[in-house]
């Protein structure tokens, strides 16, 4: 069991938005700005899309962005493309610890 | 730009140690938290724990009594021992670079190299 909560699937159409939850609690993603979002494709890597909470690394898409709300962070993907189709991972840090969500599903329809 | 590669044993017998090691090109260990992930089949992300070059480690709670992390920055490695090993410790094991604060130094919790991943079976 995940200590940070994602829905396990969300599904778009191209060109809609979708937003991703994962809730924690007041012990990770609470009390840190330190929240990042990763992306994996069937077997890969998982790739950085968002670091402290809203932040993007160079070269990842406008498309995506972060956010948050008190033990609650959100990744939202707008204009849905193919190749958003992925598994996408929270990550928070929890004092003495690094926590990741059980990940969420992406279908593009 | 810097890139990361596993190597080890892909198949390690219960009971025993599973030790991996990864390599660091293109860069310099020095500085980051080099971080162990590992992905069990068809499941989550895992963080199992990071070390920072000069040493100082920090491991996941519920696998801290059977993991050792060490760096060795002669030769840009740092590696992961898991002892006693079960069925359940079978993953994808990814080895991965941690950010720090500029300002700070302190874990930013974030990874944001990769390495491509190596397969470990536990097996008899």
């Known amino acids: 069991q995940s200590a940070l909560t994602q829905p396990a699937s969300v599904s778009g159409s191209p060109g809609q938005s979708i937003t991703i939850s994962c809730t924690g609690t007041?012990?990770?993603?609470?009390?840190?700005?330190?929240v990042s979002w990763y992306q994996q494709h069937p077997g890969k890597a998982p790739k950085l899309m968002i670091y402290e909470v809203s932040k993007r690394p160079s070269g990842v898409s406008n498309r995506f962005s972060g956010s948050k709300s008190g033990n609650t962070a959100s990744l939202t993907i707008s204009g849905l493309q193919a190749e958003d189709e992925a598994d996408y991972y929270c990550?928070?840090?929890?004092?003495?610890?690094?926590?990741f969500g059980g990940g969420t599903k992406l279908t593009v329809l | 730009q810097v890139q990361l590669q596993e190597s080890g044993p892909g198949l390690v017998k219960p009971s025993e140690t599973l030790s991996l090691t990864c390599t660091v090109s293109?860069?310099?260990?020095?500085?980051?938290?080099w971080s162990w992930i590992r992905q069990p089949p068809g499941k989550g992300l895992e963080w199992i724990g990071y070390?920072?070059?000069?040493?100082?480690?920090n491991y996941n709670p519920s696998l801290k009594s059977r993991v050792t992390i060490s760096v060795d920055t002669s030769k840009n490695q740092f590696s992961l021992k898991l002892s006693s090993v079960t069925a359940a410790d079978t993953a994808v094991y990814y080895c991965a670079r941690g950010s720090y604060d500029i300002l700070t130094g302190y874990y930013n919790a974030y990874m944001d190299v990769w390495g491509k991943g190596t397969t470990v079976t536990v097996s008899s």
């Open positions: 990550c928070s840090y929890a004092g003495s610890s690094t926590e």
């Open positions: 293109g860069g310099s260990i020095s500085s980051y938290y």
């Open positions: 007041s012990s990770d993603v609470g009390s840190y700005n330190l």
């Open positions: 070390i920072y070059y000069s040493g100082s480690t």
